[in-house]
């Protein structure tokens, strides 16, 4: 069984190096509903599972501040299949608007 993700347990030590993807990465869904043949993936993290819209953008808002970075993405199989995305991303525009944060 593949566990429920929970973004607030996802924000991790910052490293001291500078990495490639130098930015807070906040997993919005776990698994998914197509059911491609050739995704191996999708099939083995069935049932697909998506975060509650106020987790994701509590944790975001929260890894922003702890961790410093100034970029975050949101993390899934296939992000534009998690319905609630416009409704978190016009609240975590609202909620970080003065901190120049930019979503990749």
């Known amino acids: 069984r593949v566990a429920d993700p929970d973004p607030l347990l996802q924000v991790g030590l910052v490293p001291y190096v500078s990495t490639v993807h130098d930015r807070l990465?906040?997993?919005i869904r776990r698994g998914?509903?197509?059911?491609?043949?050739f995704c191996q993936p999708g099939m083995l993290?069935?049932?697909?599972r998506d975060v509650p819209p106020?987790?994701?953008?509590?944790?975001?808002?929260?890894?922003?501040r702890e961790?410093?970075?100034?970029?975050?993405?949101?993390?899934?199989?296939?992000?534009s299949d998690y319905l609630a995305l416009?409704?978190?991303?016009l609240e975590i525009k609202?909620?970080?608007?003065?901190?120049?944060v930019t979503l990749s």
Do not use: I
């Open 25 to 27: 990465t906040v997993e």
């Open 32 to 37: 998914c509903t197509r059911g491609c043949r």
């Open 45 to 48: 993290t069935r049932p697909a």
């Open 54 to 64: 106020e987790k994701v953008v509590e944790a975001v808002e929260k890894g922003m």
């Open 67 to 79: 961790t410093g970075y100034n970029e975050f993405s949101l993390l899934s199989l296939s992000c």
């Open 86 to 89: 416009p409704a978190v991303g």
């Open 94 to 100: 609202n909620r970080l608007k003065d901190e120049n």
